[in-house]
């Protein structure tokens, strides 16, 4: 089946600290963190889960209500027994269609691969990177996307 996607509403944010903590590990955002993006929603947030009876995928987008102002993918994840099933591919497919006309960027580690590979399918290009700039040295790549006219 495949999940909706919908908004976040308050009710996700457990589920969604929970998952942040499965796919992130020691890089996982705090729950204070997450409850900040939720605070940040009337703002320049957006977050999106993925829902199929339980929350098994997220997005967050800063996106700036000033249309020339970039948009970020600031995070994205999939629950790990539910990834290659298209779903990461169904949140940013939604994710994106809010940043229609807009330079959306985004950083990835390099050594990254899943994600550089659905950054990449969408259209993302490397256009820099940070060297070292991850614990243990690994590159960090910045990739940008635009809608294609
Ligand atoms: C990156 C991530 C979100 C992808 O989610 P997903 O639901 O597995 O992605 P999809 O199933 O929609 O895959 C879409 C495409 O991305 C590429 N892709 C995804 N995972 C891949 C992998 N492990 N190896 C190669 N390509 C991959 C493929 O092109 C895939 O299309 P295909 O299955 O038709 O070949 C998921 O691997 C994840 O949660 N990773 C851990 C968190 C993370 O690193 N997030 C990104 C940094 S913020």
Known sequence: MRPAIRPAVADDLAALVALDGTCFGSEAWSAAAWADEFERLTEDRVVLVADDGSVVGYVVLLLPPVELD??????????PARRRTGIGGQLLTIALERCAGRTVLLEVAAGNESARALYAGFGFAEISRRRGYYAGGEDAVIMRWREET
Do not use: Y
């Open 70 to 79: 970039v948009v970020e993918v600031l995070r994205i994840a999939v629950a």
